[in-house]
């Protein structure tokens, strides 16, 4: 197991990791899952970026709090959802705002010391990830600084998501999409939101950043929106404008389409803002028992990194979120899936599980015994833990 400061983690890519053949390419041999690249090379991301390690794998989590987290027991499900609820109400995003203000137990469910999810996943794994996903801030609730702050103290590089809404409202918040935004009607936002992330970045340094995940599938709000784009470079320009893209290292999420119904996702490509815009490409897939999805990390991501990789062969990838079913296999999964991404995605340069529930997904929190086997696998100094 590899261990790093902070400071270590955010310089570890400086340089350019050149590898002459595919005998030497990162992380082992390649293989038929693998472009047949002769070289791997990544310059090195401009002022305080993450930069990706040239011979290892950073390691990441999320882990939701077990109240919300165990969707078979009732007791844990919030019987409301003021978001949701204001959404369907509000005619635009002030309204909205302003029933939310009025709302006592706005955000609730989202206020928990995420210190206490960091201690879990460290006691579970007997080593700390290098990568911690906050719980789903919003765009419009401004840069969510203390929950960055504690991941940051901890020597933990905190992955910030920008969320246009919640990931249930099936509608989203009216008038505040990526055509509004494209067209500027939410700068004001969006500089809060920057001006957020340059104080955090001043104090802090570098980390994760992406917005409107997932936007080639159709169940978010945000999806499959042909103002995506223009949406995600506005964002972009303000940040830059502002001086946040010092730190904010954007990671442009599509889903893998693989297993998918082809109704519900398109070609991640259609949405790829442009190498200016974009810093890591991030790839998301789950696997979930007994569904069209119920196969190998491998299989699920192949042909989307294949395409990615060949298009974007200096970019970064990693896997921004994945998981699957807790059942009692899933350990083998796991082992096949850590395993798969060290010897056959050598672009693949941070990985990050997500240990939580998902109404698209189901239950693929980590049981004991995955746990014990997560334990092994990041004995190998390939992956890279927080100190």
């Not at 995003?93 to 706005?106: A, H, N, P, R, V």
């Not at 974009?278 to 979930?288: E, F, H, K, N, R």
């Not at 990390?297 to 042909?303: K, P, W």
């Amino acid at each position: 197991m590899k261990t790093m400061t902070r400071r270590e983690f955010l310089k570890a890519g400086v340089g350019l990791a050149a590898v002459g053949s595919s005998l030497e390419m990162i992380a082992g041999c390649a293989t038929t899952e693998t472009p047949k690249a002769k070289t791997l090379v990544y310059p090195p991301l401009p002022y305080n970026k993450i930069q990706p390690s040239q011979e290892s794998c950073f390691v990441g989590f999320f882990k939701e709090p077990d109240a919300y987290a165990r969707l078979k027991d009732s007791r844990f499900v919030p019987q409301r959802h003021p978001e949701i609820e204001a959404a369907k109400k509000a005619k635009n995003i002030d309204e909205f705002l302003e029933m939310l203000k009025k709302e006592k137990s706005f955000g609730k469910s989202g206020r928990y010391e995420i210190g206490n999810e960091i201690a879990y996943v460290e006691k579970a794994l007997h080593a700390k990830p290098s990568i911690f996903s906050l719980p789903w801030p919003k765009l419009y609730s401004g840069f969510p600084m203390p929950q960055a702050m504690e991941v940051a103290k901890r020597g933990i590089v905190p992955f910030v998501y920008a969320g246009l809404s919640s990931f249930d409202s099936p509608t989203g918040i009216p008038g505040f999409g990526p055509k509004e935004i494209a067209q500027g009607q939410h700068d004001g936002t969006i500089k809060k939101f920057a001006q957020g992330v340059l104080e955090f970045g001043k104090e802090c340094g570098g980390f994760f950043f992406t917005t409107m995940e997932e936007m080639n599938g159709n169940w978010f709000s945000w999806g499959m929106n042909s103002h995506f784009i223009p949406a995600w470079r506005h964002m972009w320009q303000i940040f830059e404008d502002h001086g946040a893209n010092q730190y904010a290292t954007w990671v442009w999420v599509a889903c893998c389409p693989e297993g998918l119904p082809a109704h519900s996702v398109d070609d991640p490509k259609l949405y790829y803002p442009g190498e200016k815009y974009v810093d890591w490409i991030g790839l998301i897939a789950y696997s979930v028992a007994g569904k069209p999805t119920d196969h190998m990390l491998n299989v699920l991501i192949r042909e989307t990194y294949r395409r990615l990789f060949k298009d974007h062969p200096q970019k970064p990838f990693m896997i921004s979120s994945f998981g699957r079913t807790n059942e009692t296999y899933q350990y083998r999964w796991l082992i096949n899936a850590y395993k798969s991404m060290k010897n056959s995605f050598p672009a693949i340069k941070a990985v990050i599980y997500h240990d939580n529930t998902w109404r698209l997904t189901g239950d693929h929190t980590l049981n004991q015994k995955s746990y014990q086997s997560l334990q092994n696998i990041f004995k190998d100094p390939y992956w890279i833990m927080a100190k």
